[in-house]
């Protein structure tokens, strides 16, 4: 966290950190170092455990675990909680009422012409992705993945097949700069925000560190692509190599003259805009 911090200062960037319950509860520290240095703080559910995901737990459930991780991060870190992105980008239709209900008004996890085939867990249900609203919108109050007119307003996380992402970044930064370019020439068409996902623990070599893979799925080819390759593949850069990567993706939209800015900010600042889409 200090690492990723001092990089954001550097660039004078504000952005948005998205806790589950279970790492705020446990290093609750964390919470207030990104508060403290101005950035907004979001919900990413209870936790990552696959019983846990959104796109399973009925409506009821999902509510329960919102209430308790916007509680807790409110408790620690002292701010309003709106925003939310669930672990793993699993959703299912009714957790835009779910989150309506627990006071949220902001999502991102819905990765619009994102397809991760068996690379992610609920991949299969993620297929809804490609053909989701690729700007930001409205969402139906009874389906996230279309628009609408409730007040939870949906900032997809950037994707053209493949992720815009810390991971996709550190396995392939000369694919991810090819990347940056297509969506900086969308952007320019239509104005479409660039939402890069990167985890602090990225910044953190753990490839030395025992690792136990847990079989999630009983399907064989998921298990392979889902759990052992994708287990392998995310070690490639750890650690202090990732800061380079991360700091050379970050000049590359400075000199492009973006600005970097927390989600809570981009929808006040286009509100009016979002009513429109």
């Known amino acids: ?20 319950g279970y790492i705020a509860k446990l290093y609750p520290e ?5 508060a403290d240095s101005g950035h907004e703080i979001g919900s990413h559910g209870k936790s990552h455990l696959k019983e846990n995901g959104f796109d399973i737990m009925p ?18 870190s002292g701010k309003q ?18 989150l309506l209900k627990t006071g949220f008004r902001i999502d991102s996890s819905i990765a619009s012409q994102r397809f991760d085939f068996f690379l992610s867990f609920g991949s299969k249900k993620k297929i809804k992705f490609l053909y989701a609203p690729r700007l930001p919108y409205r969402t139906n109050r009874n389906n996230i993945f279309i ?22 970044m550190r396995i392939m930064p000369k694919i991810t700069r090819c990347h940056q ?15 890069f996902i990167i985890h602090p623990n990225e910044i953190i070599d753990e490839s030395n560190e025992p690792r136990t893979i847990r079989r999630r799925s009983n399907n ?58």
Not at 162 to 167: Q, R, V
């Open 1 to 20: 966290m200090p690492k990723l911090l001092d990089l954001y200062a550097k660039y004078g960037i504000k952005t948005t950190f998205f806790y589950t």
């Open 30 to 34: 964390v919470v207030k170092m990104a």
């Open 59 to 76: 409506y009821e459930r999902q509510v329960r675990h919102l209430e308790y991780s916007k509680k807790l991060l409110e408790d620690i």
């Open 81 to 98: 909680v709106i925003s939310f992105r669930a672990p793993a980008l699993r959703v299912s239709p009714n957790t835009a009422k779910a």
């Open 147 to 168: 628009r609408g007119q409730s007040n939870l307003v949906e900032i997809p996380p950037s994707a053209t097949i493949i992720p815009f992402a810390g991971t996709t």
């Open 181 to 195: 370019k297509i969506l900086h020439a969308e952007a320019k068409l239509n104005r479409k925000p660039a939402v």
């Open 220 to 277: 064989f080819i998921a298990y392979v692509l889902s759990d052992l390759l994708r287990a392998k593949l995310k070690t490639r850069n750890l650690g202090e190599n990732a800061l380079p990567i991360y700091e050379k993706l970050i000049i590359y939209y400075t000199k492009k003259g973006y600005t970097f800015t927390t989600m809570q900010e981009y929808v006040s600042y286009n509100k009016g805009e979002i009513s429109n889409l």
